[in-house]
């Protein structure tokens, strides 16, 4: 080869490298890579499985580009386990260069990847922990789930007033469960109600039966329950097989114990059972109609649960925020979050634009069967509430 064919050829390879270069770099900028790190298998795997499908009917029903940039929703299990949540984020971070962290089934989970949300100024979408603290954990935090404290002090408004005065409280403990008891006890006491004893149970694996024989023993009008998405069937099993229903002991809790997922496999000691929660599949609306039609239609008639709809709306305020940022990042993609208001199939919300947090309507529902099928039906309404476990 003759010097200057030589000297050609390295110009040539070299053009062609810079453009292979340069396209890949506009590729990787025409997307809008969202990281989903989610609990797809072990003990709360349902929360992951209704979460990703509701992102992905979000997708399907809104387009998959966005501001002119090709969504990519990249979805990890991390298995539950919070040192995993945190590698995995790390990873979606530096490698994968996600705009938005999503996800986070479990409140561990979620303060666990908050100093990577700080640290990266990545915005962090929580769609299920409901801790109420978690918000406060990082400026880069947004809640699209709900609270324990916004659920624990409407049913604690109630129960007085239907006849339940002395009460057991019975909570899974950890973050949530700890809100739920001391956000329903202060409020019942308030209200001239009695908490007789406060039990906690081991949030993995637990067996009710020693808490429930001691609830028994008590004797008191009802027990309150908090126990996490996916757990609530167990406790109903053996809440009937020790006829603590038959023992005249009402069950009340916030909607975690009634989830829409399993609250037909629970049978008849669920009918009747009233909780307060943001999301019920039977929510009288069109949007939510909707909305239930096409997740079931999706999933082989999978019922969305409230998780889905955190999951759902999470991916809402993710699009109009990018929407508004034509797809930028980090912080301005973080303001753009905030203070967005918009119906839900829960009914109205939005975001808290100083807390970060959700703000929506509490519903106080029964189960009852519909068509054969049990339903938390609604039946009063607290509007705009936001969460009381805020100090500011
Ligand atoms: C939580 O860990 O924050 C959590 C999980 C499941 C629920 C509610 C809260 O149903």
Known sequence: ??????????????????????????????????????????PFASTGKQIEAAARLYIAQNGDTVAGKKVELIVKDDTSAADVTKRLAQEMVVNEKVSVLAGFGLTPLAF?????????????????????????ASPFIVRTSFTLPQAAVAIADWAPNNGIKKVVTLVSDYGPGIDAEKFFKDRLLFNGGQVLDSLRVPMRNPDFAPFLQKVRDLKPDAVYVFVPSGAG??????????????????????????????????????????????????????????????????????????????????????????????GAGGQALLDAMKGQVFESPRGPMFIDAQTRDVVHNIYIRKVEKVNGQLYNQEFATLKDVKDPGKTK
């Open 1 to 42: 080869m003759q010097k200057r064919q030589f000297l050609n050829a390295i110009a040539g390879a070299t053009l062609a490298l810079t453009a292979t270069v340069t396209a890949s770099t506009a590729m990787a900028q025409d997307k809008f890579k969202i990281g989903l790190i989610l609990p797809m298998t072990g």
């Open 112 to 136: 666990a990847t908050a100093p990577i949300a700080t640290q990266s100024k990545t915005p962090m979408v929580v769609m299920a922990a409901a801790t109420s603290s978690i918000t406060q």
């Open 233 to 326: 069937a167990a406790l109903m099993k053996q809440f009937a097989e020790r006829g603590m229903d038959k023992a005249g002991i009402k069950l009340i809790g916030t909607g975690d114990i009634t989830d829409d997922d399993i609250l037909n496999s629970m049978g008849d000691v669920a009918n009747g059972v009233v909780t307060s929660h943001h999301y019920s599949a039977s929510h009288n609306s069109a949007l939510n109609k909707k909305f239930v039609t096409a997740f079931e239609k999706a999933n082989n008639g999978l019922r969305p649960n409230f998780m889905a709809v955190g999951g759902y709306d999470g991916m809402r305020v993710i699009y109009e925020a990018a929407k508004a940022t034509k």
